[in-house]
């Protein structure tokens, strides 16, 4: 889709081919039927957008909730874009920390952090080199009558002058043509560029790869990894005046349902305690704990195992162990049944004598290929319904390979706990 065929689908005609097309079957079967019977009425190229835009709205429902199916996108634009859960939730800190001074983003990208931070009463700015996903994040600013709060225009971020603004957000690029880019001085722009703009206001928030290495936030920074559903979505530093007073966080989000207008999602925030040293090492207890993916990027491990009253049973792998059962959201706990030398005959032989036929593998420190093992163990076909379930963790003490036969905790027995 280019601009010209975007700039159709706002027309009048493009909106009724765009409500026409959301009806219609648009399932592997469907598609080309659907296809050919809207080009009987309808220019080729408008039909393709408009089929195109309800494809990606379907896609976008993940991130976007009900929100989804007024937004308008691009394939990379919506892989690039923030979840809503996640713009609302920085929105917020936004709107606690800052005056009602404008906000300059930088590559905005189709908009859903400007939208955000707009629903939230912040006024913004929103720059972005691409032509079409420029176009495409005004459409969604109308989409939503923020106009008044939001506007975007385009431009290159490296030109901007952020005086007379009171912050800046910026999304550097972090995606090439040969894949995710991991190195930030390969961002694009390159991370430094950002910062440099960024410390001309009295504060910053820069989104950047959740693999950001810790030697890579500069002095005086917040880093803040944030999960949504056990999953590490995206990191973000914040600078100056929006900055908190710790150096790392770890966020976790809970969607009971997708974010629209109004709705939140659970947040629950780890931040270090000064006073803890390194964790215990300790052997294993009746207890695990897998702590949240975004806990153990901002090195808070020790906080989760001082939660739990656990330790470490290997000091360079981040599984809790411990005698207690002790509800917490940063860490999923699972229930150590046995704790085996690893030997494929012997896991056999153990998991047949249980009557497990569901297994879900866990690995951290093992060099084990989890696919290959399934078969190997026999649990390649789909296990008939009610079979006995149980989950492998694959690990390691010292240079000895364990495996440890648990089961998850339930949430009922978690509370019981209490």
């Known amino acids: 889709m280019d601009i010209a065929a975007f700039s159709n689908l706002l027309t009048p005609s493009g909106q009724a081919v765009l409500a026409e097309a959301a009806g219609a079957d648009l399932s592997e079967n469907g598609l080309i039927t659907t296809a050919s019977r809207l080009r009987e009425h309808h220019h080729a190229d408008l039909v393709a957008a408009a089929l195109t835009q309800v494809r990606l709205r379907e896609r976008a429902r993940a991130k976007f909730g009900e929100d989804a199916a007024r937004m308008y996108f691009t394939p990379a634009g919506l892989e690039q874009s923030t979840r809503a859960s996640v713009a609302a939730y920085r929105a917020r800190r936004f709107a606690t920390s800052v005056s009602s001074a404008s906000t300059l983003e930088l590559g905005c990208g189709i908009g859903g952090d400007l939208i955000a931070r707009a629903r939230a009463g912040l006024r913004g700015v929103g720059v972005e080199l691409d032509p079409l996903t420029a176009a495409v994040a005004r459409a969604n600013v109308a989409a939503f009558g923020l106009g008044e709060l939001a506007s975007v225009r385009e431009g290159d971020a490296t030109r901007e002058d952020p005086g007379g603004y009171g912050t800046v957000f910026a999304d550097p690029g972090r995606r090439t043509a040969r894949g995710r880019v991991f190195d930030p001085r390969s961002y694009e722009p390159p991370l430094d560029t950002v910062l440099e703009l960024a410390g001309q206001v009295g504060g910053a928030c820069v989104k950047v790869a959740p693999g950001i290495p810790h030697e890579a936030v500069p002095a005086g920074a917040e880093a803040e990894w944030i999960s949504v559903g056990g999953e590490v979505k995206e990191a973000a530093l914040?600078?100056?005046?929006?900055?908190?007073?710790?150096?790392?966080?770890?966020?976790?989000?809970?969607?009971?349902?997708?974010?629209?207008?109004?709705?939140?999602?659970?947040?629950?925030?780890?931040?270090?305690?000064?006073?803890?040293?390194?964790?215990?090492?300790?052997?294993?207890?009746?207890?695990?704990?897998?702590?949240?993916?975004?806990?153990?990027?901002?090195?808070?491990?020790?906080?989760?195992?001082?939660?739990?009253?656990?330790?470490?049973?290997?000091?360079?792998?981040?599984?809790?162990?411990?005698?207690?059962?002790?509800?917490?959201?940063?860490?999923?706990?699972?229930?150590?049944?046995?704790?085996?030398?690893?030997?494929?005959?012997?896991?056999?032989?153990?998991?047949?004598?249980?009557?497990?036929?569901?297994?879900?593998?866990?690995?951290?420190?093992?060099?084990?290929?989890?696919?290959?093992?399934?078969?190997?163990?026999?649990?390649?076909?789909?296990?008939?319904?009610?079979a006995k379930e149980m989950t492998l963790v694959l690990t390691r003490v010292a240079a000895a390979p364990i495996a440890l036969l648990t089961r998850p905790v339930s949430h009922r027995a978690l509370n019981q706990s209490q």
Do not use: Q
Request: neutral net charge.
């Open 238 to 386: 914040w600078l100056g005046d929006l900055a908190g007073d710790v150096r790392r966080r770890a966020t976790l989000m809970t969607e009971e349902k997708l974010i629209t207008e109004g709705d939140r999602a659970s947040v629950e925030t780890l931040t270090p305690d000064p006073g803890l040293g390194d964790p215990a090492v300790r052997e294993w207890g009746r207890y695990l704990y897998e702590p949240d993916g975004a806990v153990i990027r901002a090195h808070l491990v020790a906080e989760v195992a001082a939660r739990v009253n656990g330790g470490l049973a290997d000091p360079l792998i981040a599984y809790v162990t411990s005698d207690d059962l002790v509800p917490t959201p940063f860490a999923a706990a699972y229930e150590i049944e046995d704790v085996l030398g690893f030997s494929l005959k012997r896991l056999k032989a153990e998991l047949r004598r249980r009557e497990v036929g569901v297994l879900t593998i866990k690995k951290r420190g093992s060099a084990v290929d989890v696919d290959r093992l399934r078969r190997d163990l026999g649990f390649a076909r789909r296990a008939p319904r009610g």
